[in-house]
T-cell receptor, first 114, second 110 residues
Framework: DGGITQSPKYLFRKEGQNVTLSCEQN?????MYWYRQDPGQGLRLIYY???????QKGDIAEGYSVSREKKESFPLTVTSAQKNPTAFYLC?????????????FGQGTRLTVV | RKEVEQDPGPFNVPEGATVAFNCTYS??????FFWYRQDCRKEPKLLMS???SGNEDGRFTAQLNRASQYISLLIRDSKLSDSATYLC???????????FGPGTRLSVLP
């Protein structure tokens, strides 16, 4: 089945550790996105990528890093510099170059700092 | 001012009621408009795209007013299963990202 797969579903991190969240899509989409959602709030953009080997910072990129070495993969690293990383992380993709097409989401990763 | 704003909610309505959600966006260059539905602790899922002429899908009707930079969603004959948070989403076009409103929570009561 085509879609977006995020792993793991739940992740626990000790303070001071870096962790990497996986996002893979087999929809042949050019664009991929990472969003963060805090309880009772909307989605905020962390990073996005419109093409392989290129990505742009979103509104809240500090403390995060990404790579886009392959079209189907867009991993997000939450570094120790991110002061409040506990949140629900959502990865999305879209064709990117076709007008009026929506974003498709993975099931999300719930990160908790312990 | 936030790029996309929505009614703060929550909306608590009885089954069978009609409910309307409003959304405004600040960037006049916005090209694409969507309503997403998000269930508790789940990912957002597309409910419907919004076109300039307005569009309807069963009990759901979406309207776009570009001059006023305003989007609406009307739900008729509400069902218990409609209980969710409704997200207004705007995209500025090619190569741009999707901007999400904060969402409006709907609870349909028996």
């Amino acid at each position: 089945d085509g879609g977006i797969t995020q792993s793991p579903k739940y992740l626990f991190r000790k303070e001071g550790q870096n962790v990497t969240l996986s996002c893979e899509q087999n929809l042949n989409h050019d664009a991929m996105y990472w969003y963060r959602q805090d309880p009772g709030q909307g989605l905020r953009l962390i990073y996005y990528s419109q093409i392989v080997n290129d990505f742009q910072k979103g509104d809240i990129a500090e403390g995060y890093s990404v790579s886009r070495e392959k079209k189907e993969s867009f991993p997000l690293t939450v570094t120790s510099a991110q002061k409040n990383p506990t949140a629900f992380y959502l990865c999305a993709s879209s064709p990117g170059t076709v007008a009026h097409t929506e974003a498709f989401f993975g099931q999300g990763t719930r990160l908790t700092v312990v | 001012r936030k790029e996309v704003e929505q009614d703060p909610g929550p909306f608590n309505v009885p089954e069978g009621a009609t409910v309307a959600f409003n959304c405004t966006y600040s960037n006049s260059a916005s090209q694409s408009f969507f309503w997403y539905r998000q269930d508790c602790r789940k990912e957002p899922k597309l409910l419907m795209s919004v076109y300039s002429s307005g569009n309807e899908d069963g009990r759901f009707t979406a309207q776009l007013n570009r001059a006023s930079q305003y989007i609406s969603l009307l739900i008729r004959d509400s069902k218990l299963s409609d209980s969710a948070t409704y997200l207004c989403v705007v995209n500025q076009g090619y190569g741009q990202n999707f901007v999400f409103g904060p969402g409006t929570r709907l609870s349909v009561l028996p």
